[in-house]
């Protein structure tokens, strides 16, 4: 069977299914209803954090989804509607000259055997292909916090994640770091995580998936 028609009959067998609400969509990643309410965040966002997505509507279902079902196959999915969206103009957007490597947020260890992935560290891998940089899994978490409910303070969430990082590695010394995280809320989360790195002489430029507009109370927890 040519190889056309192999796919024509894999893709009517087992169609995808939207990652935001499971309709049937084809080859698409998203169904045409929540990709229409997908919003691309402008570069350079307010805090000092750029981000691919607002995190709201679909992008907010989808990534609820993948952390909590979970299921690494959508994040893989989420990551290549990014690129497709981004990849293209992003290192012009960011302005990347400086940044020699590229370091994520990782999951507490015990989260990551739960969930079986980390998004972050799937993301940062994605950004580094972008870019054409290393990626250093450098940091770690020493603390297993229970998830950051949305409508905490940015007081309260950096009360929350204080001292939760650490360097792990301290023999490398590059000038500046994209650091990466999969969800931005109030930025606590990325600021713990950029205090090791400064400690050690790096400068940091944040970057999240998705940001969450701060004025949107949400009970969500991430
Ligand atoms: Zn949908």
């Not at 069977?1 to 024509?8: E, Q, R, S």
Request: a positive charge; glycine letters at 4%; one cysteine or more.
């Amino acid at each position: 069977m040519a190889p056309i028609y192999a796919n024509l009959l894999f893709s009517s067998l087992f169609p995808s299914r939207c990652i935001s609400c499971d309709a049937i969509c084809g080859d698409l990643i998203f169904c045409d209803f929540c990709n229409s309410t997908i919003r691309v965040s402008a570069h350079a966002a307010a805090g000092g954090v750029s981000s691919g997505f607002h995190y709201a509507a679909a992008i907010r279902n989808a990534m609820l989804r993948i952390k909590f079902t979970p299921c690494e196959q959508s994040g893989r999915s989420l990551l290549r509607y990014w690129q497709q969206h981004h990849s293209e103009n992003f290192t012009a957007a960011l302005h990347p000259q400086g940044i020699s490597a590229v370091c994520f947020v990782p999951l507490h260890w015990r989260r990551r055997l739960t969930r079986g992935f980390d998004l972050s560290s799937l993301f940062a891998r994605a950004l580094g292909r972008a870019l054409q940089l290393p990626v250093l899994d450098v940091l770690q978490c020493t603390r297993f916090d229970p998830p950051l409910s949305l409508a905490l303070s940015k007081q309260d969430r950096l009360l929350r994640t204080q001292n939760r990082y650490r360097l792990t590695d301290s023999s490398f010394s590059p000038a500046e770091v994209l650091l990466v995280d999969d969800i931005c809320t109030t930025g606590a989360t990325l600021d713990s995580a950029a205090i090791p790195l400064l400690e050690h002489g790096i400068r940091v430029r944040k970057y999240a998936l998705a940001q969450a507009l701060i004025k949107e109370k949400s009970h969500d927890t991430i």
